[in-house]
């Protein structure tokens, strides 16, 4: 057997961690470190390189730094010049470099878009200024203001380039940097002071005072700040003392030019620090840079061969994991689909050596997988030990079923004998109804006890007899079913079956029967019909009107009918399913449930049989039968027989309707002519035995020969006298055919006129099986031979009374108009009845407000059953309410145990399907 798991969408898988393969989840697992490893080296790779674009960006950028700040201390000083009067043409040729260097910053690829136009613009400013200087004709009043706005515009394009960087020691510069430019704009506002002095020597030239006094406190700044600056610084500090001595020793008109000679030294002083300064930032950047590319080249190196070692490992423990697994699987799927059935088949023949000898999984670990291995190993010994146990146990319960069977059949054999010796004895037709009964009840008991040898996996011992008719044998299935009346037969094709065969076949067919009987409603038919098969076979169809069965459940029946008849725990319950499943099996027969009706409430199912031809027998090969022996016929009357030459007829079976009355006793049996191998069938309504009075003969079955025969001439009885009426027997059930077994050709068929409208059939009596019929004295006692006269020939004879009632009242109808008045029967209770039936007709005297007829209590009750003086005080009654509540709890009671009645049958009828 094997097991599958629940199909799951693709999408359920991708999202089923556990049902992800073996190897999908190793190369999960070994994945998922080696990717973060992947994601943060290539993050730490990725900042390493961003750093190392951005310092060099910063470097292209930082290498025009420089530049912008001489050439704001240029245009300070030009500026300043300019407005003392102290500028010469000379000092043009420096400037004019300045702006060279400036424009070539600005040009700078590596520069941002809005910097580069920041410094394009100072540029334009500082070129139109130096336009107005050399001209010498265009006064400009607000210099100063212009000078300090594009010397901040410059100093913001330093801060913008430098301030991003992170880099401590490019942080000091930048820093020394700002504190440089400071101490130049302080540098610049003593010459604006120095202006403003000038124009009006009246006044004190405290604006150049401040202006020293701040320099000179950024230059002590400096100095604490920056070590490596203070010579530098202490020369721009002495310049500074000497200009405000001067400013305030001086008169304005002396200190001009000697003001000049001094900014111009403190200028050389900061220009070289300023210098320095943005070299120190521009070196330290570009180092930076150069750092920074190396160092993500030797992380992308680290992260690489980091990750290439731990895939390589992953891979290895990966192999290591799946390989042991992998030869598991193998192993344990070889134990399981080869190893286990070939030693259990071993076993089944009494091969012991294969509990123990068998090969273990080639996994030989010591760690888990090893010891999965040796585990499997174990339940491998235990599934070997429990099957050798459950193939010994099987063994001992088919034989004790076999043994329980075949008893139980014998004993239901012997059991048949004695009910036919009793049938052949009894006189009282009640009793021999009851026998009846009793012979179809242990006739099913028989094919309960062939089903329990089914069931053990045995074959029914079944003697080796003649081929027989495909009618015989639908009809010998009839007969093992409790309603056969419902049964109709349509006309059976030519061909016979094999003994065994036909044996199995009727089988088949009594459990089909029985479950459409069961299925369908009581009043309903179950209809047989036949065809021929394309491949020269019969499909025989058995059709029925029941409740249906669902398409799932039909489905799932057709698979276990096409299986063969697997024991499982179902088997139980649907015993004649699995019965018909290991016959249809055994003779390659095909068995299809399907429904009858597609549309109808009541959807039915339709049985389907097909018998493969090479089943059937030839009319060639099966044994010719000659004429019957003839037995002396003294002491026997005689009946007239009428030959129409055709088939027999079958009819429709009867309903259940009161019993008809016996006939009249008598010491003779009839005398019947031969052919005649049957008892004839009713119409519709006679469901009911005859009643006979003690004495009377009971006919038996006839013997039938399971040979094709030859038809006889059909047999009609003349009318016997009417028999005097007697009370009706008791409602009982129609009796039920006897089971029967193939026998030795006895009698040949016969033809039989039945009832106006009957359906057509080709009818071969079923065989016999009464043991006494093997008794040539029995047998003469009850059949005689009849001789074969030409069909329009008629012979009439005299009847005795006995036989002449019995014939009659069993194969007329008492429901037609005229046998009405044979069947009427009186009694002592006729005149209670009759005046109860006066009673009922008698008019309303008297009615309700509303309209309803009232009657008088005690005014119609039949004579004799309520005494006279109670009638005539004619009061009302006085009715107890306990009373009436327990009849209304009765009544309840009743009620509830009725529907729950029949629920269980219609439940009961559900589940024998």
Known sequence: MKTQSPPVSRLGRLWNLEGWGLRWKVTAVVALPITVAMVLGGLQVKDEFSRAVRYSNTADRVAGVPDIVTLSNEFGLLSAGYAAGTFKKSDLGDFNESVVAAHAAADNPAMPADLADLVRSSLVVVESLVADIESGTVARPNLPAETAKVRDDLMRVVDEIVGPIDDPTVIVAFRHLHDLAGAQQALTDQVAGMMTHLMDTSKPPSAMVAAGGAELALIDAMMRA??????????????????????????????????????????????????????????????????????????????????????????????????????????????????????????????????????????????????????????????????????????????????????????????????????????????????????????????????????????????????????????????????????????????????????????????????????????????????????????????????????????????????????????????????????????????????????????????????????????????????????????????????????????????????????????????????????????????????????????????????????????????????????????????????SEPAAPAFGSTDSTESPGAQSVDITPPARRHRYLSNAAKTASFFQPRPNVAPSQDVTTTGTPIFSGMVTDWLTDPTESENLGKFEWTSAADQGWTAAHRASEAPVEARTESGLPQRKPGHRLVPGGVDAGDRGANRSRLRDPEAVRENLSRHQKGTREGRAVSSADRASIGGDR
Not at 414 to 433: A, M, T, Y
Not at 691 to 718: I, M
Not at 727 to 734: G, M, N, R, S
């Open 226 to 739: 920056y070590p490596d600056s203070v010579p530098v610084l202490e020369k721009a500090r002495d310049s500074g003392r000497a200009r405000l001595d001067l400013i305030i020793n001086s008169p304005a008109s002396q200190i001009q030019f000697q003001m000049r000679d001094l900014l111009y030294a403190s200028v050389d002083n900061y220009t070289g620090l300023v210098a320095k300064t943005s070299n120190t930032i521009a070196d330290t950047v570009a180092a930076r840079a150069d750092e920074t590319s190396a160092a993500a080249l030797r992380a992308a190196v680290v992260v690489l061969l980091t990750l290439l070692a731990t895939i390589v490992l992953g891979v290895l423990v990966a192999r290591s994991l799946i390989r042991p697994i992998r030869r598991l699987r193998r192993g344990t799927l070889e134990v399981a689909n080869v190893d286990l059935p070939e030693a259990i088949e071993r076993i089944k023949v009494g091969d012991g050596s294969a509990v123990t000898d068998f090969e273990p999984i080639p996994v030989h670990t010591t760690e888990e997988i090893g010891q999965l291995a040796r585990a499997v190993d174990d339940m491998h010994g235990q599934a070997l030990r429990l099957a050798g146990e459950q193939a010994h146990l099987r063994l001992q319960i088919g034989d004790m079923f076999e043994t329980l069977a075949r008893r139980s059949k014998s004993l239901v054999d012997q059991q048949l004998g004695l009910i036919e010796n009793l049938e052949f004895e009894e006189k009282d037709p009640k009793r021999l109804e009851s026998l009846f009964r009793l012979d179809h009840l242990a006739a099913r008991m028989r094919r309960n006890g062939d089903n329990l040898l089914i069931l053990s996996g045995n074959r029914v011992r079944r003697a080796q007899s003649a081929p027989v008719q495909i009618g015989d044998t639908v009809r010998a299935a009839m007969s093992e079913v409790e309603n056969y009346q419902r049964v109709q037969l349509g006309s059976t094709p030519n061909g016979a079956l094999s003994g065994a065969v036909a044996a199995d076949v009727a089988h088949l067919l009594a459990e089909l029967l029985d479950n459409a009987l069961r299925a369908s409603p009581p009043d309903s038919k179950v209809w047989i019909t036949f065809a021929r098969a394309v491949d020269g076979g019969v499909l025989l169809e058995i059709e029925d009107s029941g409740i249906g069965i669902p398409a799932e459940q039909l489905d799932e029946i057709n698979e276990r009918l096409a299986s063969g008849g697997a024991v499982g725990p179902e088997t139980a319950r649907h015993m004649g399913l699995f019965v018909v499943s290991r016959l249809a099996a055994r003779h390659r027969l095909t068995v299809r449930l399907r429904r009858t009706y597609e549309s109808a409430s009541d959807q039915g199912v339709t049985v389907s049989v097909h018998i493969p031809d090479t089943l059937l027998v030839s009319q060639l090969e099966m044994p010719q039968t000659g004429p019957v022996p003839r037995v002396g016929t003294a002491g026997l009357p005689q009946v007239t027989i009428v030959h129409s030459g055709e088939m027999p007829q079958l009819v429709a079976e009867p309903a259940r309707q009161e019993p008809v009355p016996a006939a009249n006793p008598a010491s003779a049996l009839p005398r019947r002519t031969p052919g005649a191998t049957e008892l004839p069938r009713r119409t519709p309504g006679a469901t009911e035995l005859p009643r006979r009075t003690p004495g009377a003969a009971v006919p038996a079955p006839l013997p039938v020969d399971p040979a094709p025969v030859h038809h006889a001439p059909e047999e009609q009885y003349s009318p016997p006298p009417t028999p005097p009426p007697t009370p009706p027997p008791a409602q009982a059930p129609a009796p039920l055919p006897p089971v």
